[in-house]
């Protein structure tokens, strides 16, 4: 009879620990974080243990889907928003890996843009915009209006610019760096029409 409880209880714990999880959900739906471990502040959530994040600009038209070992995130409310409204936003992420994440956006109206990348680490900052990406960097960029084919960049460092339109055309879209060998980017780009659809 004792084995027989031992065999149970020990299940029971196996189970328990199996679906042990914690969600953060923001109020407005803009924010969600599971995780084993979340610790949670006034404005900051630090979670571990095996991170799912996804996030919403509703400003910019973009969404986050972020896969870390962990993440510090700093949360702020959307620049903007009428007096009393409350639309959350990553203002700031530090996700130590691996990591992974999809990024997507519209920078034509109606046309999405997908961007996925790898990394040992990442840090990203929602006042200029950009994603440091840091160690075994790969990125894969599938925009319709820009490539034929998703450009793929590889290399040590990488930044990605995930607003290049408040900047104009001259706005570099992603950057990627190595100090030891070489970084590599493979492109097709669009083929131009001219003005008659040729």
């Known amino acids: 009879m004792r084995i027989h409880c031992f065999v149970v209880v020990m299940a029971l714990v196996l189970i328990g620990s199996a679906v042990l999880a914690a969600d ?26 095996g991170v799912h994040l996804e996030a919403k600009d509703p400003v910019q038209k973009g969404e986050l ?14 620049p903007g928003v009428k007096a009393g409204s409350t639309l959350s936003v990553v203002k700031t992420a530090v996700m ?3 990591v992974k994440m999809v990024f ?19 840090v ?14 790969k990125i894969t960029n599938e925009n319709p209006t820009l490539f034929d084919a998703p450009a793929v960049a590889t290399g040590e460092k990488a ?22 060998g070489m ?15 040729k």
């Open 65 to 78: 889907v972020a896969d870390s070992k962990s993440v510090t995130v700093t949360l702020g409310v959307t």
């Open 104 to 122: 997507t956006s519209t920078d034509v109206p109606g046309v999405p843009s997908k961007s996925t990348a790898s990394a040992d680490k990442a």
């Open 159 to 180: 930044t990605i610019n995930l607003h290049p339109g408040k900047d104009g055309e001259s706005a570099f879209r992603f950057r990627i760096e190595s100090t030891s």
């Open 24 to 49: 953060y959900n923001s109020k407005d739906g803009n924010v969600k974080i599971a995780a084993p471990v979340i610790e949670y502040a006034t404005s900051k959530i630090t979670a571990s243990g």
């Open 124 to 137: 990203y900052n929602s006042e200029d915009g950009l994603v440091i990406l840091t160690g075994n960097v």
């Open 96 to 98: 130590q890996g691996p």
């Open 183 to 197: 970084s590599k980017v493979e492109i097709t780009p669009k083929q131009q029409q001219n003005q008659e659809g």
